[in-house]
């Protein structure tokens, strides 16, 4: 089915030639430009009839990174935040871009040209982990097939590549035959993927006191409580919101000054938030 009208089925834009007095379209606003943007909007989709430029786009992409990558002489270049702001706001996103070129090129001002580029061997390091290549095709490729994991009938083969590789990373930490495991977008949804788990596994435990046993879930959850590192990650305190036990059932333990948590101040708190059975 196509949503494009043909174009003898187009209304006559006659509003000019009839002398009837109707409010002007707002320049580039015209019927006509909009078809125009309508019919350009088909030619960014990812199909057969576009494959050609799907290639031209992508490399043209790909060549902007690694200009970008060979000419940068330093991991940051000290922009400020008011400066960024005012750059991304001056950005009209009413005003489609002619071209990728056209897009390319106002990346570089809002992105490109002040990204932290990690990559540079004179970055301290943090958390980001380096990038290799074949992790990058292994992106392109599968931003562009976007199959759906969640169930076998959008994804097939790509549902039995994530199985295996879970079942390989398991078996290499010997974490037994029960072990499991998902795929994650990063540490966030893995503290809550974990955080998820270990409630579940202290609510069942809670469960097995029959004083509690016929308690729904939000009564149980209101006797539970995370010690976590006062170096933690916020993530943690967000996870507990999205878990149903609300931020203040994280409780932040002291750190000794090589930043690891203090046994002994855990064992206080532990103490302390335990109710009497
Ligand atoms: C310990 C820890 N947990 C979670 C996160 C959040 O990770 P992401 O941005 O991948 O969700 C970070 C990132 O800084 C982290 O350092």
Not at 27 to 54: C, I, K
Not at 181 to 199: D, K, M
Request: hydrophobic share 40%; proline share 6%.
């Amino acid at each position: 089915m196509s949503l494009m009208p043909r174009l003898d089925e187009l209304p006559v834009d006659d509003h000019r030639s009839s002398g009837v007095d109707t409010k002007p379209e707002p320049p580039g606003q015209d019927f006509g430009s909009r078809v125009e943007l309508a019919l350009g909007a088909t030619n960014h989709l990812f199909n057969a009839r576009n494959s050609p430029r799907y290639v031209a786009q992508v490399l043209q992409g790909v060549n902007a990174v690694a200009t970008k990558l060979e000419r940068t002489t330093r991991p940051f270049t000290g922009v400020g935040p008011s400066e960024m702001k005012a750059r991304v706001g001056a950005v009209d996103l009413d005003a489609p871009l002619p071209d990728t070129a056209a897009a390319l090129q106002e990346l570089e001002a809002v992105y490109l040209r002040d990204a932290i580029y990690f990559h540079d061997a004179k970055y301290a390091a943090h958390l980001n982990c380096p990038v290799v290549i074949p992790a990058l095709v292994g992106e392109a490729i599968l931003s562009a097939v976007n199959s759906s994991l969640d169930t076998w009938d959008q994804s097939a083969g790509a549902t039995m590549i994530e199985r295996r590789l879970i079942d390989w990373t398991a078996e290499r930490l010997n974490l037994g035959d029960n072990s499991d495991g998902i795929f994650t977008s990063g540490g966030s949804q893995s503290n809550l993927q974990a955080l998820l788990i270990a409630r579940n596994h202290a609510v069942a435990g809670l469960r097995q006191d029959p004083a509690r046993s016929g308690l729904r879930l939000p009564a149980l959850l209101d006797t539970l409580r995370i010690f976590t590192s006062a170096d933690s990650h916020f993530s943690i305190q967000k996870s507990a919101s999205m878990l149903g036990l609300g931020f203040d059932a994280v409780i932040s333990i002291p750190c000794t000054p090589d930043h690891r948590m203090d046994p002994a101040a855990l064992a206080e708190a532990m103490a302390e938030a335990r109710v009497p059975a």
